[in-house]
């Protein structure tokens, strides 16, 4: 079955950029939709973005948009984030998981998540 690991994940400054990555093994990312969400300290696992199967359609949460960019290589087997104007409060594991929707339960397969951390 496919497996999901995260990369890319880091410190950076308030107002810099990061990308952060999702490549699969076991199995192809073509037939799933996927998303990105992300928990705080103490805060409850939360919606980030998805992008469709084919890529052409996406979804952010408000907190985002406008900010970070969800984009596939359905070749490479690999989704990214691109995370720029980083805010403090952005900081948290990033998972990636292969699904639909905006909610958890919309998602079968999960990676193991990656630390982001902005400081201000």
């Known amino acids: 079955q496919v497996q999901l690991v995260e990369s890319g994940g880091g410190l950076v400054q308030a107002g810099g950029s990061l990308r952060v990555s999702c490549a699969a093994s076991?199995?192809?990312?073509?037939?799933?939709?996927m998303g990105w969400f992300r928990q705080a300290p103490g805060k409850a696992r939360e919606f980030v973005a998805h992008?469709?199967?084919?890529?052409?359609?996406?979804l952010y949460a408000d907190s985002v948009k406008g900010r970070f960019t969800i984009s596939r290589d359905n070749a490479k087997n690999t989704v990214y984030l691109q995370m720029n104007s980083l805010k403090p409060e952005d900081t948290a594991v990033y998972y990636c998981?292969?699904?639909?929707?905006?909610?958890?339960?919309?998602?079968?397969?999960w990676g193991q998540g990656t630390q982001v951390t902005v400081s201000s």
């Open positions: 998981a292969a699904g639909s929707g905006t909610t958890m339960r919309g998602y079968v397969r």
């Open positions: 076991g199995g192809t990312l073509r037939n799933y939709g």
């Open positions: 992008i469709t199967w084919s890529g052409d359609f996406t």
